[in-house]
């Protein structure tokens, strides 16, 4: 653990903002790829089992169209996607770009319930994911990342408006909001992608012990660079069982991270692995970029599944450095403010900016 401490420390990885930075990137990745799919007549076929199926969103086909709905919701990707990437610089506009995605992904989680054909029936149905409720799970982490930065930014406009920085009503408002609501609890955003990675790792892994899952999988060991020797090792039903097996003790590290940061450390190590393997499918995926759109970057077939992985990456990343500080008791000092404690930590300065004291 300590070997591992030091070598990531050396890397640059302990240091300073990165995983904040890593997860705020892999967002605006998500937002620039997916709005920008939405212009093109195919995925608004693509589209149709879901905004008809999701509770919050059905209304956009009797109000736009089939089209119509599609150029709304890329319109409003990528305006969230221009106020992420502005909030690495901007807070206030990072905050306003963390509220367009908390709804977004609110409406997309909320979809799950409601999707037909989403347990496979021959797995006994649920929790045996199927069609589109796996790429739709993955959004539970999207939803928790965008609670992290929320959370983030809304501390950082905080601090910069207690040292002297510039303050204005709706972001109090938003504050007081926040504060009321718990968000701003310490470890609040660290325990909220945890779970949500705890979350990923017990459906996806609990698919891998049936025989649909094996068929399903065999495009992606097939492509991928860092798994692609499964095959031959394990053959078809075995490769799935070894991913099966894999990602629940990497399901049972990260759950026993609650408690002990060594073991969530070494699970946060295992679900950093496994999102390397899969994110590097995705140059390699083929049918992956939509001819009729001009290819890239106009996502098709697998590659919009695979496309989540950088944010589940990013958390993966997140979390290692969180719980090997934590293990070390590093303490890294950046503008006064107290990293081992996971997010931002201002010792209470947050709380005490609401009331003006």
């Known amino acids: ?28 990745i998500i937002f620039l790829f997916f709005g920008y799919q939405k212009w ?34 890329g319109v409003s990707e990528w305006l969230f996607c221009v106020l992420l990437f502005l909030g690495f610089w901007n807070k206030r506009l990072g905050v306003c770009g963390a509220i367009g995605s908390c709804i977004t ?32 799970m993955k959004d539970v982490v999207l ?19 207690k040292h002297g920085g510039k303050s204005d009503f709706l972001i109090q408002r938003l504050l007081k909001l926040a504060a009321d609501l718990g968000l701003l609890r310490d470890d609040l955003d660290y325990n909220l992608l945890r779970a ?44 799935t069982r ?26 946060a190590a295992g679900s950093t692995a496994a999102f390397v393997c899969t994110a590097t499918i995705i140059p390699f995926m083929p049918d992956g970029w939509a001819a009729s759109a001009g290819g890239f970057p106009a996502m098709a077939g697998n590659v919009p599944f695979l496309m989540k992985d950088l944010v589940l990456l990013a958390v993966s990343i997140y979390l290692l450095k969180q719980d090997l500080l934590r293990v070390s008791q590093l303490s890294i000092g950046d503008s006064g403010r107290d990293w081992a404690g996971g997010s931002v930590r201002a010792h209470s300065d947050g709380p005490r900016a609401l009331s003006g004291d």
């Open 196 to 239: 949500s990675m705890v979350m990923i790792f017990a459906f996806f892994g609990y698919t891998k012990w049936h025989p649909y899952a094996a068929q399903e999988l065999i495009p992606f060991i097939s492509n991928g660079p860092l798994i692609s020797w499964m095959y031959p090792a394990f053959g078809i039903r075995g490769a």
């Open 143 to 161: 939803l928790a990342a965008s609670v992290y930065l929320l959370k983030q930014d809304l501390v950082r406009v905080s601090l910069d408006a």
């Open 242 to 267: 070894f991913l099966g097996g894999s990602e629940w003790t990497i399901l049972a590290l990260l759950y026993a991270g609650f408690w002990d940061k060594r073991l969530g450390a070494l699970g």
């Open 105 to 136: 992904f609110i409406a997309t989680v909320t979809i799950i319930p409601f999707m037909p054909d989403g347990w496979a029936t021959s797995a006994g149905g649920f929790p045996a994911m199927d069609g589109n409720v796996l790429f739709l």
């Open 40 to 73: 093109f007549g195919y995925e608004a076929q693509v589209l149709v089992p879901y905004i008809s199926n999701g509770p919050l969103i059905f209304w956009l086909y009797p109000v736009f169209g089939t089209q119509g709905a599609s150029w709304f919701l």
């Open 1 to 28: 653990m300590r070997w591992l401490a030091n070598t990531l420390a050396r890397s640059g990885l302990l240091a300073g903002d990165i995983d904040y930075h890593l997860v705020r990137g892999s967002m605006v």
